[in-house]
């Protein structure tokens, strides 16, 4: 079974510059989050998608993220602007049906804003 | 407002000794948690899943209990090896709202063969 697949693994850019980032869940998983892990600190939940609708995005600084997930197959994270303080790893999670089950991460994509 | 706080945020040991990580958390509303592991440059992966009406689960040399009404949860590794040399995290789900994860900062492990 194939897991959580995401790209890029690292991106550098400068200030003020634009990032996208990509994930493609697990076949069949109806939930999909994006978490932002900073360094030495547990993830934080940024939105959640149940399908392709958003479940939760209470904590998406959404003056400069944005997220989407069409068909509720894969989904793009944007950030534009970036900050320097935008320097973390972004983690695509997804799991069977948002409930009881466990999640499944994808490696990343660590982001350098310079 | 949940918090999640894991205690040492490092640990180190010989290979072969037995040891124990611990998660707390304030509110012992939970649905379930859920024991990580993450390796330098990598995600998560899940190592054990306790339900909120459950009080331990276990795989291989792995252990996890939970204790709802004093708001912790331990994760028991027997006779470690420099393999399990990790960050190990734990992350409480809520029962109420959108039911989302809240992380702990982790227990980085390292054990010295």
């Known amino acids: 079974e194939a897991g959580v697949a995401q790209s890029p693994r690292y991106k550098i850019i400068e200030k003020r510059q634009s990032v996208a980032f990509w994930c493609n869940p697990i076949?069949?998983?109806?939930?999909l989050y994006w978490y932002q892990q900073i360094l030495g600190q547990g993830p934080k939940l940024l939105i959640q998608f149940q399908n392709n609708g958003v479940v939760d995005d209470s904590q998406l600084p959404k003056d400069r993220f944005s997220a989407e997930r069409l068909k509720g197959v894969d989904s793009t994270l944007k950030i534009q602007p970036a900050k320097l303080e935008d320097s973390a790893v972004y983690l695509c999670a997804s799991s069977l049906a948002g409930g009881i089950e466990k999640l499944f991460f994808g490696s990343g994509t660590q982001l350098s804003v310079l | 407002k949940q918090e999640v706080t894991q205690i040492p945020a490092a640990l180190s040991v010989p290979e072969g000794e037995n040891l124990v990580l611990n998660c707390s958390f304030t509110d012992s509303a939970i649905y379930n948690l859920q024991w990580f592991r993450q390796d330098p440059g990598k995600g998560l992966t899940s190592l054990l899943l306790i339900q909120s009406s459950q009080r331990e689960q276990t795989s291989g040399r792995l252990n996890a209990s939970l204790d709802k009404s004093s708001g912790r949860s331990t994760l028991y590794i027997a006779a470690s090896q420099p393999g399990d040399s990790a960050t190990y995290l734990c992350?409480?789900?809520?029962?109420?709202?959108?039911?989302?994860?809240?992380f702990g900062t982790g227990t980085r492990l390292k054990v010295l063969a």
């Open positions: 076949s069949g998983h109806a939930t």
């Open positions: 992350a409480v789900r809520g029962t109420s709202g959108t039911y989302k994860y809240i």
